[in-house]
């Protein structure tokens, strides 16, 4: 089935207890497109600035993913992020945002329109609904965050209306649905539209909502953490590719392709920028993905 992800690519600033580097590469759809082509084959539209270093493609190249969506904007500088994580890194302290080419509208490719399977990464829901118009015939997942709830939430209840799955984090959830218990939380959300709900907790793991019923996974247990950033990107490009390879929806896809999705969070956690991604094959992804289900065995 065939995948189109819209997001963002980023060049970072981290710091975290185990370290830190400038200048990595980042963004969401790059996450998502590295762990999402270890499943099947990957369309990427963003926009780029003239910073970002051509060799960041090589890995997506060489697993055969389409960059036509790139939107190259040679006299600007690329979306730039520095953040810091302390303590048990769960959550970023963001210190500085450059929004750069992300201001622009981002080409969507007429190749792309007769994907099978899209995913509207964090962005501006109204730049989220633009492209959502233009995919009629695709089955379609989004992402979101605190901001567009606070300014754009018009537009986001519009978009939640219109798309098969929302993915969000608990803090997202409770701050749209006003519950603290997500399991309040994920029924509201399916109210307001959406079949399929993934609502993901960090080093907590994720919860599944969709109207054949609930589900619900840990994390993946890592024993170094070096750079959390990414993680929920990868979980969600692990499990639309997870998704994509089945070629379904039933409730058993959808349980498989989240528990991809938390090993691919998992390989990504293990590095700085997204080198773990980078390094992964198939073979080391199903073979944790069958360490996890046994980890999981209760009976």
């Not at 963002?8 to 207890?17: A, C, E, F, N, Q």
């Not at 969401?28 to 780029?48: C, G, K, P, Q």
């Not at 603290?180 to 609502?199: E, F, R, S, T």
């Not at 994390?219 to 499990?239: C, H, K, L, R, W």
Request: proline content about 4%; hydrophobic content about 40%; overall charge negative.
């Amino acid at each position: 089935m065939s995948l189109a992800v819209f997001g963002s690519v980023g060049l970072d600033d981290i710091s975290t207890p185990t370290g830190a580097v400038e200048g990595v590469v980042g963004g969401s759809a790059v996450y998502f497109s590295l762990a999402a082509s270890l499943f099947t084959d990957v369309r990427l539209a963003a926009n780029v600035g003239g910073d970002f270093p051509p060799s960041a493609w090589s890995t997506l190249r060489e697993r055969g993913t389409d960059l036509s969506g790139l939107q190259l904007f040679s006299d600007r500088q690329t979306f730039r992020w520095s953040g810091r994580y302390v303590g048990d890194m769960n959550e970023a302290q963001t210190l500085n945002t450059e929004l750069n080419v992300l201001l622009e509208e981002p080409l969507v490719p007429e190749s792309f329109k007769d994907s099978r399977l899209l995913f509207l990464a964090n962005m501006s829901p109204s730049t989220q609904l633009t492209i959502l118009e233009q995919f009629p015939r695709a089955v379609a997942f989004a992402d979101t965050m605190n901001l567009w709830i606070d300014t754009s939430r018009e537009n986001l209840e519009r978009l939640m209306s219109l798309v098969y799955g929302m993915v969000l984090n608990d803090g997202e959830a409770r701050m749209l649905t006003g519950e603290h218990n997500l399991l309040k939380a994920g029924a509201k959300l399916q109210q307001m539209g959406p079949d399929v709900i993934v609502i993901k907790k960090g080093e907590h793991g994720s919860f599944l909502f969709t109207p054949d019923g609930r589900f619900g996974l840990p994390a993946y247990p890592v024993e170094n953490v070096v750079d959390p950033t990414g993680a929920g990107d990868s979980f969600a490009g692990g499990m639309m590719g997870a998704l994509a390879e089945s070629d379904s929806f039933s409730m058993e896809s959808l349980r498989r392709a989240m528990a991809y999705g938390t090993v691919c969070a998992s390989l990504t956690v293990e590095q700085f920028s997204t080198a773990g991604l980078e390094h992964s094959t198939r073979h080391m992804v199903d073979t944790r993905y069958h360490e996890f289900r046994e980890f999981l065995r209760f009976a």
